[in-house]
C-alpha cells in the first residue's frame, strides 16, 4: 500500500527565515510526486510534479526537490502570503495509476 | 480556463437525509476525480471517471454513494441516508493525460 508521510505537522517561520518541509514516501513504482498548497476553505492548488531521483523544480521562493525515498521543499526568505498547508501526494505505476495518495500535510504560518 | 467548479460550496443536512454535489470540470479535461478530506487529513480518493466511463471506485466508497458523469461532462456525487461521519470536504478535480489535477474549491458538508 503506497503511504506518504509529511514533517513537520506544522511550522512557524519568521518572516525571512528559510526552511524545509519533508515528504517520505513508501510506493511500489513512482510514477510522479507532486507538491500542492492549500489555503483554508480552498481546495488544493498545484505547484510542481517531480518524476525522477534527483529532479529538481523552482517556482519564486519554493523548490521542490526528489530523492529515491523522499522530497523536500524548500522555502526561501518566505513571506507571510506563503502561509499555506502544504499537500504531497504520489501516483503510483500500475494498476489505480490515476489515484494520487496524500499525505496529512504541513502548515505553514510565517509571522512578519 | 475558468476552473473547476462545484456546487454548492456548503450544505447543512439532517442524518438520513440524501445529498448531491455537482462538479463542473475544465472544458478540455476528459478525466474527472472525487475526493473526500477531513480536517487535518489529506485528500482521500473516491473514484475516477474517463470521459463517461467510471473507471474505478475506492472501497472507502460505500454502497450510500453514488457518482454519475453523463455525457462525459458535469458530473454529480449523490450520498443516500447520510451519517455524521459523511461530514467532510468533497472535492472534485479534472485533468488531462498526464497532465496534474487541478481541484475545485469543494463543497463543505455537515451532518447534524
Known amino acids: 500500500e503506497d503511504q506518504v508521510t509529511q514533517s513537520p505537522e506544522a511550522l512557524r517561520l519568521q518572516e525571512g527565515e528559510s526552511s524545509s518541509l519533508n515528504c517520505s514516501y513508501t510506493v511500489s513504482g513512482l510514477r510522479g510526486l507532486f507538491w500542492y498548497r492549500q489555503d483554508p476553505g480552498k481546495g488544493p492548488e498545484f505547484l510542481f510534479t517531480l518524476y525522477s531521483a534527483g529532479e529538481e523544480k523552482e517556482k519564486e521562493r519554493l523548490k521542490a526537490t526528489l530523492t529515491k525515498k523522499e522530497s523536500f521543499l524548500h522555502i526561501t526568505a518566505p513571506k507571510p502570503e506563503d502561509s499555506a498547508t502544504y499537500l504531497c501526494?504520489?501516483?503510483?505505476?500500475?494498476?489505480?495509476?490515476?489515484?494520487?495518495?496524500f499525505g496529512k500535510g504541513t502548515k505553514l504560518s510565517v509571522i512578519p | 480556463d475558468t476552473g473547476v467548479s462545484q456546487d454548492p460550496r456548503h450544505k447543512i443536512t439532517k442524518r438520513g437525509q440524501n445529498v448531491t454535489f455537482r462538479c463542473d470540470p475544465i472544458?478540455?479535461?476528459?478525466?474527472l476525480y472525487w475526493y473526500r478530506q477531513t480536517l487535518g487529513q489529506g485528500p482521500e480518493f473516491l473514484t475516477y471517471f474517463q470521459n463517461e466511463a467510471q473507471l474505478e471506485k475506492s472501497r472507502l466508497l460505500s454502497d450510500r454513494f453514488s457518482a454519475e458523469r453523463p455525457k462525459g461532462s458535469f458530473s454529480t456525487l449523490e450520498i443516500q441516508r447520510t451519517e455524521q461521519g459523511d461530514s467532510a470536504m468533497y472535492l472534485c478535480?479534472?485533468?488531462?493525460?498526464?497532465?496534474?489535477?487541478?481541484f475545485g474549491n469543494g463543497t463543505r458538508l455537515t451532518v447534524t
Open positions: 478535480a479534472s485533468s488531462q493525460r498526464h497532465s496534474p489535477l487541478h
Open positions: 472544458s478540455e479535461h476528459n478525466r
Open positions: 501526494a504520489v501516483q503510483a505505476i500500475g494498476a489505480g495509476s490515476y489515484q494520487l495518495t
